[in-house]
Nanobody
Framework: QVRLVESGGGLGQPGGSLRLSCAASGFIFGSSDMNWYRQVSGKERELVASITPGSSRRNYADSVKGRFTISRDNVKNTVDLQMNSLKPEDTAVYYC?????????WGKGTLVTVSS
């Protein structure tokens, strides 16, 4: 079955960096777009970044452009999110996502807190 496991969350300082990683299994990773979403309590889940199978196209939410970088390793079946210049408003639970045959699959999420 599809399995997505996030890691790397925690406490980050404003202006600092964190790196999230998602380990994927149970589907053909190298053929699938991969996404990172985030959600603040009481708000809708927001698409943060996406990457195509060959990494030729990466898209970012306006709020993270120039600060976050999505990357993937099709040998290790992982997708990472490098988060730089962190802001308090980046505080959220971050989820790894893949959409297969119109079904969304999610990891359990990893909490990122940005605070001094």
């Amino acid at each position: 079955q599809v399995r997505l496991v996030e890691s790397g969350g925690g406490l980050g300082q404003p202006g600092g960096s964190l790196r999230l990683s998602c380990a994927a299994s149970g589907f053909i990773f190298g053929s699938s777009d991969m996404n990172w979403y985030r959600q603040v309590s009481g708000k809708e889940r927001e698409l943060v970044a996406s990457i195509t199978p060959g990494s030729s196209r990466r898209n970012y939410a306006d709020s993270v452009k120039g600060r976050f970088t999505i990357s993937r390793d099709n040998v290790k079946n992982t997708v990472d999110l490098q988060m730089n210049s962190l802001k308090p408003e980046d505080t959220a639970v971050y989820y790894c996502n893949v959409r297969l045959f119109a079904i969304n699959y999610w990891g359990k999420g990893t909490l990122v807190t940005v605070s001094s």
